[in-house]
């Protein structure tokens, strides 16, 4: 092998979303003098493929994977394989898993890793086939959460614990947010200074995954009682005005604040008290660790990922999912109490910055890449 250590990341879309963000992470922080690495994808949008590009990160956009074996695509795949000659191919998502396993196999690339990033509940059982069969041709199958590696990984494919590592997601630390930031945004969306707010960050996309109709109906039974609260929602997508639409029919449209996607989310983490993601499914839930490096106290739902972030009854509490009363529960309590929600928000800061780090999170991957270099090595 070189002496820089030659990484092909394949994925499938690079938008705004955790494996990307997790790309840039890397690009960031693995040591450049050590290792290279570039980026292939189906589609690309946003601003962040250009935080990755200055990394001195290339970026190869192919075009749709309309299958897992759409051979035209895997033709483009290969020819930059050729040219760039990899030591390692890592594939995430399971587009990028499907190129990055079949292509680094047909081209005999020395490692082959592919990561589960996903919750997938609801994935077919070819799927879970030929992720077993994608996972034989690998040298190692990464899980992002310990759900993902006990419950889908080892209990579903029932992958050999040699074959599989937990790696947890992370997150950046936040910027620091002046109080003039503060004050002139709270302006500007109508937060008052004795106003609490409950806040939630996520793509609006699918209902039955994130879930915000279950927080905005929690939300519209806490509202009726109390003046000084409102609802802070980031983000966007295909079912923002369906949202928008069930806050007027419920008579809080005055209380819910829609912002839309922001580049910079720690301003408006800064703006809430509590935080809360009551999704159906998660496979990490990389929001919940952002909330918890900006101190707030969370509310998650008891389900993949999310289940191993929170610490119930210390960083905030867990609830069943699609359960309307009990999330308005813990809003209640949280709300009631600002000794409970200081000493959650700290207590989930301290995790966080243990556990759910993006150095943290880089620097395990950087280990796994040089001890299977050095097991090759070896062979």
Not at 28 to 50: H, M, V
Not at 107 to 136: C, G, W, Y
Request: net charge positive; proline share 3%; hydrophobic share 40%.
């Amino acid at each position: 092998m070189n002496n820089k250590i030659k990484i092909l990341h394949v994925q499938h879309s690079i938008s705004f979303g955790g494996v990307e963000r997790r790309r840039l992470s890397l690009g960031r922080f693995l040591p450049k003098e050590r290792f290279e690495q570039k980026i292939i994808c189906t589609s690309k949008r946003g601003n962040l493929i250009e935080e990755i590009r200055a990394e001195g990160v290339e970026v190869f956009e192919i075009g749709e994977l309309k299958s897992p074996f759409h051979w035209s695509q895997h033709r483009k795949v290969q020819k930059i394989i050729d040219k760039y000659k990899p030591d390692i191919i890592h594939g995430a998502v399971f587009e990028g898993v499907s190129m990055a396993a079949i292509n680094g196999w047909i081209k005999k690339v020395p490692i082959i890793i592919i990561e589960e990033t996903s919750d997938p509940q609801n994935r077919s059982k070819k799927a879970n086939l030929l992720m077993k069969i994608f996972a034989k041709i690998s040298d190692k199958v990464v899980g992002v959460s310990q759900s993902v590696v006990e419950d889908y990984l080892k209990r579903e494919l029932k992958l050999p614990s040699s074959k599989v590592i937990g790696v947890n997601n992370g997150v950046a630390f936040p910027r620091d947010v002046s109080r003039v930031e503060l004050s002139e945004v709270k302006a500007r969306l109508g937060i008052k200074k004795n106003d609490l707010v409950i806040g939630s960050v996520g793509r609006m996309l699918h209902d039955e995954h994130k879930r915000f109709s279950d927080l905005i109906n929690a939300f519209a039974l806490i509202a009726i009682d109390k003046i000084n609260i409102k609802l802070l929602l980031v983000g966007d997508g295909p079912l923002k005005d369906s949202y928008e639409e069930l806050s007027r029919e419920l008579n809080i449209s005055d209380k819910v604040i829609f912002v839309g996607y922001q580049s910079d989310v720690t301003l408006y983490y800064k703006l809430m008290d509590i935080f809360a993601l009551v999704s159906a499914r998660e496979a990490f839930g990389l929001v919940l660790a952002e909330a918890m490096l900006n101190k707030l106290p969370v509310i998650a739902t008891r389900v993949g990922g999310m289940k191993f972030i929170v610490k119930d009854g210390e960083t905030g509490f867990l609830v069943k999912a699609l359960n309307v009363p009990e999330i308005k529960e813990k809003i209640e309590v949280l709300s009631n109490s600002l000794e409970l929600r200081n000493k959650m928000g700290i207590a989930g800061y301290e995790r966080a910055k243990q556990e759910f780090t993006e150095k943290g999170y880089v620097k395990k991957i950087e280990n796994l890449y040089l001890n299977l270099v050095e097991n090759k090595k070896k062979q």
